[in-house]
T-cell receptor, first 116, second 111 residues
Framework: GAGVSQSPSNKVTEKGKDVELRCDPI?????LYWYRQRLGQGLEFLIY????????KSGLPSDRFSAERTGESVSTLTIQRTQQEDSAVYLC??????????????FGSGTQLSVL | GESVGLHLPTLSVQEGDNSIINCAYS??????FIWYKQESGKGPQFIID?????DKRQGQRVTVLLNKTVKHLSLQIAATQPGDSAVYFC??????????FGGGTRLMVKP
């Protein structure tokens, strides 16, 4: 596709349920990022994938959060046993390489997660 | 801890006026800064960037100023238009792979 695609665009779930969020990066982009954005706040880094390197998971808030990426394509962010505090917009971004070379991030439109 | 913050959460300007959005950062090791624009229901969109070896960079209707002495970043929008209404985020990178974003400023353009 032309841009970063995320699905679903909206997800409503009950507390305690597991959810899976999907991100399709721009074709050819080796780097993929997940961010969380709470209402009215900035973007909180969650996890970073670069090629076949081990992902940087330093931003994951708890062990209920995990993410996978198959090669340099689709990534899924899984939240287990969701809590109301997990309600936020989850944004995915990709870039051609790494920020070490000051490359820009291209963001998807996000998944709005609401935990009831 | 290190952080990026904004002075004004909401800025209201008259259409046609110039807008100035400010950002303070605390990580003196940061060497790359970006401004993003986020419209309602959309992901952030790149506007302009600047490296730490520069103090000014101009784009189309936008200018970013960097003052490393006081760790301050600003985004200037000339002749603000209704389409400029959005939340603006500054972000910093300190040679790592993580962008640290500020809390955002909402720009409202009055017709």
């Amino acid at each position: 596709g032309a841009g970063v695609s995320q699905s679903p665009s909206n997800k409503v779930t009950e507390k305690g349920k597991d959810v899976e969020l999907r991100c399709d990066p721009i074709s050819g982009h080796t780097a993929l990022y997940w961010y969380r954005q709470r209402l009215g706040q900035g973007l909180e880094f969650l996890i970073y994938f670069q090629g076949n390197s081990a992902p940087d998971k330093s931003g994951l808030p708890s062990d209920r959060f995990s993410a996978e990426r198959t090669g340099e394509s689709v990534s899924t962010l899984t939240i287990q046993r969701t809590q109301q505090e997990d309600s936020a917009v989850y944004l995915c971004a990709s870039s051609p390489g790494t920020l070490l070379f000051n490359e820009k991030l291209f963001f998807g439109s996000g998944t709005q997660l609401s935990v009831l | 801890g290190e952080s990026v913050g904004l002075h004004l959460p909401t800025l209201s300007v008259q259409e046609g006026d110039n807008s100035i959005i400010n950002c303070a950062y605390s990580n003196s090791a940061s060497d790359y800064f970006i401004w993003y624009k986020q419209e309602s229901g959309k992901g952030p969109q790149f506007i302009i960037d600047i490296r730490s070896n520069m103090d000014k960079r101009q784009g189309q209707r936008v200018t970013v100023l960097l003052n490393k002495t006081v760790k301050h970043l600003s985004l200037q929008i000339a002749a603000t238009q209704p389409g400029d209404s959005a939340v603006y985020f500054c972000a910093e990178n300190n040679a790592g792979n993580m962008l640290t974003f500020g809390g955002g400023t909402r720009l409202m353009v009055k017709p």
